[in-house]
T-cell receptor
Framework: QQPVQSPQAVILREGEDAVINCSSSKALYSVHWYRQKHGEAPVFLMILLKGGEQKGHDKISASFNEKKQQSSLYLTASQLSYSGTYFC????????????FGTGTRLTIIP | DAGVTQSPTHLIKTRGQHVTLRCSPISGHKSVSWYQQVLGQGPQFIFQYYEKEERGRGNFPDRFSARQFPNYSSELNVNALLLGDSALYLC??????????????FGSGTRLTVV
């Protein structure tokens, strides 16, 4: 069961904010967030563990709602460098030693 | 510090052939995972190895196999290649197993084309 991300794609002007959502149909142990630029490998942004904590660095932050089995990634005052496809990766708990990636959200920042 | 290195970067094979992809994790990282990424989709989990033992296997046929060596490097082998195996194969290393709060560092991948 692949987590579903929304929106599928979004276009923003530099300086605008964006929210990307990741929803799972199964209980989550943790959520990872990655950004992948065209032709490059995914780059790790952050990991959130169950417990509902919010993390962030610079102008990118994320929250994890364990009860709703959802995570959201927040990008504030977006920069051109934020363009790329964002993937959430979910872990489902003991015995499931893998990261399941979401459907992806393509973010385009224009000047 | 060197990142995750994968070889080769590109590969063209014929249907029915066999292929071996290689990965060297970041120094000190004991976990290596393999993912297949088809254009326009997210990475799909193939295998995870930790301390040279298989700790997870994705929904891939037995034609796919892997192993991890004492120096924590890893190989992914695919037998009897099909056209549908054409994809970007990503290797990711991590300090610990999946559920030990560490993120993955991905290599640049091997682009496999099966003709």
């Amino acid at each position: 069961q692949q987590p579903v991300q929304s929106p599928q794609a979004v276009i923003l002007r530099e300086g605008e904010d964006a929210v990307i959502n990741c929803s799972s149909s199964k209980a989550l142990y943790s959520v990872h967030w990655y950004r992948q630029k065209h032709g490059e490998a995914p780059v790790f942004l952050m990991i959130l563990l169950k417990g509902g904590e919010q993390k962030g660095h610079d102008k990118i932050s994320a929250s994890f709602n364990e009860k709703k089995q959802q995570s959201s990634l927040y990008l504030t005052a977006s920069q051109l460098s934020y363009s790329g496809t964002y993937f959430c990766g979910t872990e489902y708990g003991f015995g499931n030693e893998k990261l399941t990636f979401g459907t992806g959200t393509r973010l385009t920042i224009i000047p | 510090d060197a990142g995750v290195t994968q070889s080769p970067t590109h590969l063209i094979k014929t249907r029915g052939q066999h292929v071996t992809l290689r990965c060297s994790p970041i120094s000190g990282h004991k976990s290596v995972s393999w993912y297949q990424q088809v254009l326009g989709q997210g990475p799909q989990f193939i295998f995870q190895y930790y301390e040279k033992e298989e700790r997870g296997r994705g929904n891939f046929p037995d034609r796919f196999s892997a192993r991890q060596f004492p120096n924590y490097s890893s190989e992914l082998n695919v037998n009897a290649l099909l056209l549908g195996d054409s994809a970007l194969y990503l290797c990711a290393s991590s300090k610990g197993q999946v559920r030990t709060n560490y993120g993955y560092t991905f290599g640049s991948g091997t682009r496999l084309t099966v003709v």
